[in-house]
């Protein structure tokens, strides 16, 4: 805390962490160079090496991993725990990013929420998007409104918008395809822009409750 002229109830332990702040109050960094660039930014939490180093005067964000927020300035709200989760973020608010490189790319997103390691990895502009499983969404640009949930789900997605992916690999190839759903294992897996599409894969275990409710019905 070098530059540190009124700030107050800061907490600073590394070299160089927090070494620009004047008047920012109320963070804690922990970690070589972590948030040091804050100036008047308040209520920021830093953990890792270089975690939030670009901030200056955002608020409210907490980072937990190397380079975590790395590039984060002016933005508030991000929450991002993971080696590079939200590496790029600059003015991107209320993202939230926990896995490794989760988010990496994201620069002024929002909105947006990715759990598991490479989330939403090449997301840079797209809103309003959930992903939940490693890769989900990994190749998402500006895509908007997605939802995917289970590994690989919607991972070659890129500009493709509100669609929804349920399962291991669902919608999988799907590239600019919109409004689409697809709930199972690898279902639509091979859609790559064909849009408004709804599909769920029934589980054998189904198929058998299912024959077994005919079979008893006939029998009657």
């Known amino acids: 805390m070098n530059a540190n002229t009124t700030g107050t109830q800061n907490t600073a332990s590394g070299v160089s962490a927090l070494y620009s702040n004047t008047t920012g109050s109320n963070n804690t960094a922990n970690g070589v160079?972590?948030?040091?660039?804050?100036?008047?930014?308040?209520?920021?939490?830093?953990s890792g090496r270089e975690a939030l180093f670009s901030n200056?005067?955002?608020?409210?964000?907490?980072?937990?991993?190397?380079?975590?927020?790395?590039?984060?300035?002016?933005?508030?709200?991000?929450?991002a725990s993971g080696a590079q989760a939200l590496r790029n973020?600059?003015?991107g608010t209320q993202n939230t990013a926990i896995g490794a490189s989760a988010l990496q790319s994201n620069t002024t997103g929002?909105?947006?929420?990715?759990?598991?390691?490479?989330?939403?990895?090449?997301?840079?502009?797209?809103?309003?998007?959930?992903?939940?499983?490693?890769?989900?969404?990994?190749?998402?640009?500006?895509?908007?409104?997605?939802t995917a949930s289970g590994y690989g789900a919607l991972t070659n997605n890129t500009t493709g918008t509100s669609n929804t992916a349920s399962g291991f690999r669902a919608l999988r190839d799907n590239t600019t395809g919109v409004?689409?759903?697809?709930?199972?294992?690898?279902?639509?897996?091979?859609?790559?822009?064909?849009?408004?599409?709804?599909?769920?894969?029934?589980?054998?275990?189904?198929?058998?409750?299912?024959?077994?409710?005919?079979?008893?019905?006939?029998?009657?």
């Open 56 to 79: 200056t005067t955002g608020s409210s964000n907490t980072a937990s991993g190397y380079f975590a927020l790395l590039s984060n300035t002016t933005s508030n709200y991000n929450t």
């Open 33 to 46: 160079n972590a948030l040091r660039n804050n100036t008047t930014g308040n209520y920021n939490t830093a």
């Open 89 to 91: 973020n600059t003015t």
């Open 110 to 146: 929002v909105y947006n929420t990715a759990n598991g390691v490479n989330a939403l990895y090449y997301n840079t502009t797209g809103n309003y998007n959930t992903a939940s499983g490693t890769s989900a969404l990994y190749s998402n640009t500006t895509g908007g409104n997605n």
């Open 179 to 220: 409004q689409n759903t697809a709930i199972g294992r690898e279902t639509l897996t091979n859609n790559t822009t064909g849009s408004s599409q709804h599909s769920q894969r029934v589980s054998s275990t189904q198929q058998q409750h299912h024959g077994q409710r005919k079979h008893g019905h006939q029998s009657a």
